[in-house]
């Protein structure tokens, strides 16, 4: 046994107050938004697990359950759509009561799991399952996502953007679009091309309105409309294939159609300040 004599103790060892580890500083203590932000992280490491276990690993054994397959990825889905709610329901929470100190932090960590690595890991295993897919193809393109999700998450927490507004594409849409132009089960290089453009909206300027009001509700209803959707395909119902299809093409074009409705209105916006501003002109006295 080691004792330590505290007239010989170096001066840079700093003393332990057995009282201070009793309590858990304010600061480090989760709160109800934080716990919501928990499961975000969880519902996108479940994701993973399924489509692993019954997506990727049945398809290197040489198994055919198409059932099996399609009620897996389904589940992968829903759970992505299950964590954009947990993101959505986390800020409203953290605004109306206390936040932690490490929300900010543990919000990006979270989405970089469930809306980074969670569809990227989708693109890869859609390129090795799909009959015209491309396994190395797809890898580069899931890199190319990942690496969109960290430069946009990185990017929201250090620049401050005007209320109600986000810069690129947000996460969670972008995450649903990607895993949607693999569901469209379109040829290779379209559905290659709609992942990497998403994932340029992602870390573009493109102005994207923030889910807040009427636009919350709008966008919940359509997480659980579509998580409907994906049950029935799962559950190889009557037409489940074409409603999700349907679905997963109204995704998509969404996601391409809002920038431009935002693009719009902004010109409208200047376009009527130059006109305010010529009148306010016009009513000057002259001279």
């Known amino acids: 046994m080691t004792v330590i004599d505290p007239d010989t103790q170096p001066p840079w060892v700093a003393e332990i107050d057995e009282d201070d580890t009793d309590d858990m500083p304010v600061s480090t203590r989760l709160s109800i938004a934080d716990t919501l932000t928990l499961g975000n992280a969880t519902c996108g490491f479940m994701a993973v697990y399924f489509t692993t276990t019954g997506v990727l690993v049945p398809h290197l054994m040489g198994r055919t359950d198409g059932g099996m397959a399609r009620h897996s990825a389904a589940t992968a889905v829903m759970l992505m759509l299950l964590a954009s709610v947990f993101d959505l329901f986390d800020g409203l929470v953290a ?6 100190a490490m929300g900010a932090e543990l919000d990006n960590l979270s989405d970089l799991i469930s809306f980074g690595l969670a569809p990227a890991y989708f693109v890869v295993v859609w390129g090795m399952v799909a009959d015209d897919g491309h396994q190395h193809v797809s890898a580069v393109a899931a890199i190319v996502v990942v690496l969109a999700v960290v430069l946009r998450l990185a990017r929201f927490s250090c620049t401050t953007m005007k209320d109600g507004i986000f810069q690129g594409m947000p996460s969670p849409m972008g995450a649903l679009t990607i895993v949607s132009a693999t569901l469209l089960q379109l040829p290779f290089l379209p559905t290659l091309a709609i992942i990497v453009g998403v ?30 959707c994906l049950a029935a395909w799962a559950a190889d119902s009557p037409a489940a294939q074409v409603l999700l299809q349907a679905g997963a093409a109204l995704q ?10 935002a693009a719009f209105r902004r010109v409208n916006t200047i376009r009527g300040n130059r006109r305010d501003a010529r009148a306010e002109r016009a009513r000057l006295p002259l001279g």
């Open 95 to 100: 605004r109306k009561l206390r936040s932690s």
């Open 199 to 228: 994932a340029w909206l992602m870390v573009s300027r493109v102005e994207y309105p923030k889910p807040r009001g009427r636009l919350a509700i709008a966008t919940l209803c359509w997480i659980f409309i579509s998580m409907g």
């Open 252 to 261: 998509v074009v969404m996601a391409a159609v809002i920038p431009l409705f």
